[in-house]
């Protein structure tokens, strides 16, 4: 198993960036696959970006394609979000997510592991 925790969420204006990080420890985090989600007040959990084990790989939702981008380094035993162009519909608990199916391609379901969450805040 492993356990994750996100860091850098925050407040930042419309058109702003912000980067998110999400920390693994414990099983070696390459046999992993990864993914970013979302949950807005009022509103159920939903997909944002997802990357294979080797990074190779990586997919978004329409809505923040162009936007952000999902990035690991397995040395570290992270996985990144860099948020661009900020839009205040982006205002949302972000998570971190680990898969432990090994595969080459990426998923959007089906998540073994979940952090406990970083805020996002973005005002107009």
């Known amino acids: 198993q492993v356990q994750l925790v996100e860091s850098g969420g925050g407040s930042v204006q419309a058109g702003g960036s912000l980067r998110l990080s999400c920390a693994a420890s414990g099983r070696t985090f390459s046999n992993y696959r990864m993914g970013w989600f979302r949950q807005a007040p009022g509103k159920e959990r939903e997909f944002v970006a997802a990357?294979?084990?080797?990074?190779?790989?990586?997919d978004y939702s329409d809505s923040v394609k162009g936007r952000f981008i999902i990035s690991r380094d397995n040395a570290k035993n992270t996985v990144t979000l860099q948020m661009n162009s900020l839009k205040p519909e982006d205002t949302a608990v972000y998570y971190c997510?680990?898969?432990?199916?090994?595969?080459?391609?990426?998923?959007?379901?089906?998540?073994?592991?979940w952090g406990q969450g970083t805020p996002v805040t973005v005002s107009s």
């Open positions: 997510a680990a898969d432990r199916t090994l595969s080459l391609y990426t998923v959007r379901s089906g998540y073994d592991y």
């Open positions: 990357i294979n084990l080797s990074g190779g790989r990586t």
